[in-house]
């Protein structure tokens, strides 16, 4: 079966387990939500954060999901030098691995609170990349 990417972020409200928990649950439910995924099929996740948020693993909020058996990994963001305007900060990331039929363009990425700045980006990047 052929292997998918799903891509989301989000931002925390502080640098403090429960909010980086949360925001990331939220995240996770969402893009459960969008691409009807099944966590059995889910491959592997990657999480990445901002180097502002260290006070919690991202795959916390997996595994209280009950994701106990998909693969998870946790990483911090490249820290490319400032200014950078799209550079979104308290920004957890993650990258889905998932075994689907379904094409790569039916995947739904989903980019919540301040994240939503990254699909501002990816859009205006898609126009010019188009016209």
Known sequence: MPV???RGATTAEANTAEAIT??????????????DLDPAEICFAY???TLDL????PAFAARKLGWL???????HDMKVELPNPRGVPMCVRVLLL??????????????????????????????????
């Open 22 to 35: 949360e925001a990331t649950e939220e995240l996770l439910r969402e893009l459960v939500h969008l691409n």
């Open 98 to 131: 998932y075994n689907t039929p379904s094409p790569q363009s039916s995947m739904r990425f989903s980019y919540l609170r301040g994240a939503q700045a990254i699909k501002a980006d990816l859009d205006y990047l898609r126009g010019s990349l188009t016209t």
């Open 54 to 57: 260290t006070a919690e693993f």
């Open 69 to 75: 058996d998909v693969p998870l990994l946790c990483g």
């Open 47 to 49: 999480f990445t954060t």
């Open 4 to 6: 998918r990417g799903i």
